[in-house]
């Protein structure tokens, strides 16, 4: 009898600490949904699910989301599947079956195309994405999506503004709304203030039929792959820091950067009148003193 009490108790605890996950990521959505106007009266909001947990989750969430929501918008799955050797292509129809949602796979071999023009050894992922951005947006159109949601959650933001800094010398991030390069579709991600470690544990919550991809999953030594365990590493070591950092997307002091086009350096003048948002050149620093941390070892994923 007394074995049997520390097991309910753990039940129990997984149980709270999984209704206070659900409670989260729901309201994060809704929230990032809101502040940017992602989804309107009367969308068509056609989801890319890859088989990867986050579009897993951001199809799961906005189907959640639909059910209480004060205005009335359609949900589509779409899949593209690219013929990569192994693709379990019965899962995902299967499991959209079970949700009851309507659905399209589009099948288009991508993969023998990338495979042909990108030289073994080098990274595959821009002319992947490329091939997959322009279907979709074709797909979009044909199925009358006023909207496309992608499962980009707020650590791939983070990295790919760590990217852009490290290697293409530009201050430069991944938006939760904009509109696609070709003009013609409004591209949101409902996920942008979620953490990639509460999409992990839904995933698991949720018993999702994972498929892993075999084009850029099995390519280990990706940058994006070093700023990851970076990130991740940035997090255990000082709690807090990749909230703040994500917060900075959102606090931007153009007069205190160094682009010209987003501030008139040249013609700034003196005009005698106090700024409390101007320099404080002669102040001392203002960031609190740290002890200098251990170098960061960076480990690539597996």
């Excluded at 994060?28 to 992602?38: C, F, H, P, T």
């Excluded at 205005?71 to 949700?99: C, E, H, M, T, W």
């Amino acid at each position: 009898m007394t074995a049997a009490h520390p097991a309910a108790a753990d039940a129990r605890r997984e149980a709270f600490e999984i209704r206070k996950l659900d409670k989260r990521l729901h309201r994060l959505v809704g929230q990032a949904i809101a502040d940017y106007r992602m989804i309107e009266d009367g969308d068509r909001v056609m989801v890319c699910v890859s088989g990867g947990k986050d579009s897993y989750a951001l199809l799961d969430i906005l189907l959640g989301l639909r059910r209480r929501a004060p205005i009335a918008f359609d949900v589509v799955a779409v899949n593209l599947d690219q013929k990569q050797p192994g693709f379990p292509a019965d899962v995902l129809p299967a499991y959209l079956r079970s949700l009851d949602v309507p659905f399209h796979i589009e099948t288009q071999d991508t993969y023998s195309i990338v495979k042909r023009l990108i030289p073994e050894g080098q990274t595959m992922c821009s002319l992947c994405s490329r091939l997959r951005r322009g279907i979709l947006y074709r797909v979009a159109g044909e199925l009358g999506a006023t909207k496309i949601a992608l499962g980009h959650h707020r650590d791939d933001i983070l990295q790919t503004v760590l990217m852009n800094m490290f290697f293409g010398s530009r201050l430069k991030g991944m938006p939760p709304k904009l509109v696609s390069d070709d003009g013609r579709h409004v591209v949101i991600r409902p996920l942008a203030y979620v953490a990639e470690v509460d999409l992990e544990r839904w995933a698991r919550h949720r018993a999702f039929p994972i498929i892993p991809c075999t084009l850029c999953g099995s390519q280990p030594n990706l940058q994006r792959a070093q700023i990851r365990q970076l990130l991740r590493d940035w997090d255990r070591r000082f709690p807090g820091r990749v909230d703040n950092m994500f917060s900075a997307l959102a606090n931007v002091v153009p007069s205190h950067l160094m682009d010209k086009r987003l501030y008139p350096f040249e013609t700034l003048q003196r005009t005698g009148v106090a700024d409390p948002g101007g320099d404080i050149a002669f102040d001392d620093d203002p960031c609190v003193a740290e002890p200098a941390p251990a170098p960061i070892r960076v480990v690539p994923a597996d």
